[in-house]
């Protein structure tokens, strides 16, 4: 019988194009075939790979391993080197010569950082900082030296894909690596509801409650997940009594201002004050190029400044989109095989960005009014009527999606509305164009006119 590995081999070299199988599958090393009860670990050449793995392939993996071990097994990335192994004269070169060489912790320390559910490639040293999250990262690093003991809670908002996760397991991973005694756990909202609900299915609710009451650090991510999720809100509110009756540490991420998160328990906005509430904004163009550099620099490649400016230039809501336009890039150059300049750069963007023009609110505005057939005096106007309110909401997020100003700019320049309007506004479409075709093609519509 084959190994679990040579069968996965199989079905992904039956499955993919030869390129794919040869770029992607083929050159990744598997350990712990031999008690898979303790995991399994995927060795990448680097951090691209192993993020493309990540991204693409590796649910696949994981219930390829459930199903050949009959068995729950869980499967983790890392990065690793290869280098030849001793070998005789007569031996014949091949990919078998050729062994990762990994500095893995023992197994004392693995299975307590992976219950942390951390994620170690998160750290400060490789966070890029700017106006846009100084404050924020400055506030985290304190956190992160004395847990318990500065800002608790502390509350990271601000929009999707701006590095509000990254700034969490930063944390995280730094109590880790200076206190390992610690109890830390990061998760993601839905995944606290999902335990709740399997706790409340299995009766085992009082492990669940004392589990998470027993953290020494508790970081819960897009805490907006929460809303109209009563029973959680309750569980997350008598576990944050707990810990921070105890000095524990808590971090919360969310989208949006606390105190502007409807359908939350009142009683939890009230706590979330207790401590530091920070936001981390859209990163300004240096940071949005430095941003690009690094990454780069972090998969091996030097990125021309020409071709990191093109991408900063006209891809400027969040960090994700930044960090997407690249891999694409790469993915482009790699498939290809030609050097990354400014027109591979170019062809490998050219469905994502297409801006012809400088995209400004008033531009905006025309557009939104021309297209639901309004005038633009509307959209300054007092009148709250669908017919005038949902354009102008649609305007609202299409400014924060595609220009730089901030949420009081957008307010001023809609006839001077407050900022929790714009908020509001934008966390209105960003929730209704889920679930409404028909919204979702007029802001897809738009986008391409705006970007030419």
């Not at 030869?18 to 712990?32: A, N, R, V």
């Not at 030296?145 to 990254?166: M, R």
């Not at 606390?258 to 939890?268: A, F, Q, Y």
């Not at 990191?308 to 997407?324: P, Y």
């Amino acid at each position: 019988m084959p190994s679990f590995w040579q069968s996965c081999l199989q079905h992904f070299e039956q499955e993919l194009p030869p390129q794919q199988f040869s770029t992607w599958i083929k050159p990744l090393q598997l350990e712990g075939e031999n008690a898979p009860e303790q995991g399994l670990t995927l060795i990448a050449s680097n951090g691209f790979v192993l993020k493309w793995i990540r991204d693409k392939y590796l649910n696949k993996i994981t219930k390829l391993a459930q199903l050949y071990f009959n068995t729950d097994v869980s499967v983790d990335l890392i990065i690793g080197k290869s280098v030849p192994k001793p070998k005789s004269t007569e031996e014949k070169k091949s990919v078998d010569d050729f062994t990762p060489v990994v500095k893995k912790p023992n197994s004392d320390t693995l299975e307590p950082y992976r219950k942390t559910r951390l994620q170690s490639e998160f750290s400060f040293d490789n966070l890029v900082v700017g106006r846009a999250n100084d404050l924020a990262r400055a506030a985290a690093m304190q956190v992160a030296e004395n847990p318990g003991g500065a800002y608790n809670p502390l509350f990271i908002y601000g929009g999707t894909g701006l590095g509000k996760t990254h700034l969490m397991l930063a944390i995280g991973n730094h109590i880790h690596q200076n206190q390992p005694k610690k109890s830390i756990r990061y998760v993601h909202a839905e995944d606290f509801y999902s335990e709740m609900v399997k706790a409340y299915r299995q009766q085992t609710i009082e492990q669940f409650k004392q589990y998470y009451r027993s953290l020494d650090v508790l970081l819960v991510d897009d805490i907006q997940f929460f809303i109209n999720k009563e029973r959680s809100q309750e569980q997350f509110f008598y576990a944050f009594n707990a810990l921070s009756e105890a000095k524990k540490q808590i971090v919360i991420t969310c989208d949006t201002y606390p105190k502007n998160i409807s359908g939350l328990d009142e009683r939890l906005i009230t706590r979330f004050d207790w401590g530091l509430t920070v936001q981390v904004e859209p990163p300004e163009t240096e940071m949005r190029v430095a941003i690009l550099k690094k990454k780069a620099e972090s998969e091996g490649i030097q990125l021309d400044d020409e071709v990191a400016f093109f991408i900063a230039k006209h891809l400027r809501s969040n960090v994700r989109e930044l960090e997407g336009a690249l891999k694409k890039v790469m993915a482009y150059s790699l498939f290809h095989g030609k050097k990354i300049n400014l027109d591979v750069t170019k062809d490998a963007l050219k469905d994502m960005i297409g801006l012809s023009r400088n995209i400004t609110v008033e531009v905006i505005q025309k557009t939104v009014a021309d297209f639901y057939k309004i005038k633009v005096a509307d959209m300054f106007s007092k009148k709250r009527t669908r017919l005038l309110a949902r354009p102008r909401q649609i305007a609202m997020w299409l400014c924060k999606e595609l220009t730089q100003r901030s949420y009081p700019m957008i307010g001023d320049a809609f006839g001077g509305r407050d900022h929790t309007t714009v908020m509001h506004a934008v966390k209105t479409i960003d929730e209704l164009r889920k679930k409404d075709n028909e919204l979702n093609h007029d802001l897809h519509v738009l986008l391409q006119v705006l970007k030419g």
